[in-house]
């Protein structure tokens, strides 16, 4: 009790609240259908990029596998609404145990592996799903894709409003989860996993379940997304859409709560919003994205957010001199 | 048939060998994984492409104008985003995808998303039994085989190539006796993206260039090195024989799409089982 009081006394908890209520008051003011949607895909492209955060920022994994599990959410929403014809709510519930048990799998053995060999691995596992999906074109569609989803909820509104809710749940599960014990065992991994098991702790236990953890959230945005989108082609799952996960939690800051929001706004936000402004820059907008990645990765390591974090030290320690 | 099929999977070799080298020798001297060195495959073939259709050059000599201005990219890539030997593998697999998304992005914005065809002078067919095989393929092999060679002379016989090997393996020893690390990086990295280019020009007339054509050749390469052991040539070769032929093999017997995936499953297996390849290094490098 005394700690949900202690949040009242801080700067960070007024702050907080308002964002909020500005981002719920945005779809008063951007009313039409265009800008709802840019802002619903924007919000789905912070999710997965805060599901993704636990395992590349907090546990330190550059996993680029991680469209695979949006996509068993995505196509777990498609196949039961579509084949045996069940409410989209009931298949919701399904998607994130379904990509639980997925990612699980995929952490027994990917996780066995480190740092760049990790990820040349997860970027196979990608590879040899996004050729499966292509392949078995009688269950998926394949490119060309199964149409005629139903919708969670009628209205793109709507839609906008759960997704706040979810990021924002998202957001204090994250904050529970690293304060929690379990956290210290991921930022443990992170720093040096050969001394982990040294202090008794069951690293493969905890990276496995972090992993699949991380899975489950995203095969729900999956699901909500295809469910959005009426339409699942297996062009959504492929390396390239592994890699704008990657870039938003890498640009916006791993290993920090809202870096991943930060970065889902710059990387798919920006490009967007200045669609209008700069007409004949819109076919460059991949190359804005690899060209911020590859800056801020190699200028910032710790991403915007631990960019500013920097800055913001270092002007204060000038202010007390 | 079977010796069709067998000539396809030579071909299918020579491209990967021509991949897999220049990615392995990359990985032996920096120990990172270049995700450029598909991007820069395509790229090679459109430079080629414009150099003889915008500026009317025959085939070959602007073969070797583009593998100059490869390597030269090559050069410039390393410098400026992989300096030196020292950049962490994590950061350098991820600054490689995002170099890559440019540069995918720039061939598609000037030379358009279509694929485009490169004529190739050497058009002729030889028959063989009842099998065929075009010209051109036969000399992608030729010049895979004498690529390999050179590289075999290059590494064994000449005082760069020493240093080379001896940053390969172990740097800090190199730097004590003097070996200039830096400049073997840099030369490396230019002669591996050089070697990517010259296999996207020569498959450029076969497939037609497009600017994605170079994802799938690049995981291949990564699957062969994986596969051989990273960092080791004579492994490189073996492992684009074993991936070369399986792959022709599944996608004549099987099913067209299945060819990648096999690559990929074959690589999952041999991380899996024995992360230092067919012939890495003893002991586990991970």
Redesign the interface.
Known sequence: MVRILDLFKKRTTYFFIAVVILACMLPLYFKSGYSLRLMVTIGFSIITAMCYNIVIGYMGYPSLSQSVFYGVGGYTMALITLRLGVSPWIALIFSPFIAFAVGYLAAIPFLKLRSMFFAIGTLAFTGVVNAVLINAHKITGAEAGLRGIPRLLKSDTAFFYIEIVLIIAILFGTKILVESYWGKILTAIREDEDLAPHLGINTTKYKRLAFALSAAFTGLAGAMFISYQTYISSNYFTIGSSFSILACTVVGGGGSLIGPIIGGLIVVGVPEALRGVLKGLYIWRPSFMGAILVAVILLFPGGIYGGFQKLAGYLRKRGEK | MIVQVILNALVQTAICMIMALGLTLIFGVMK??NLTHGAMYALGAFIHYSLIEWLGLPFVPSLFIAALAAFGGGAALERA?FRGTGAS???????G??????L???I??IWGAWPLRIQTPFSYVLKIGRSAIGLHNVVIIIVSISIALLLYAFLKWTKFGCAVRGVSQDQEAAWLIGVNVNTVGLITFALGTMLASIGGMLTAPITAASPTMG?NAE?MG??II?LGGMGSLGGAIVGAFLLGFVDTFVTTYV?G??G??VA??F??IV??LK?SGLFGKKGRQ?
């Open positions: 990172i994984a985003f593998p994590v950061v350098a697999i991820i600054c995808m995002g170099l890559s998304t440019i995918i992005n720039v598609t914005n994802g995981i990564f699957a994986i099913s799409g299945y990648g995936a990929f499953v690589m999952i991380i899996l992360p991970i």
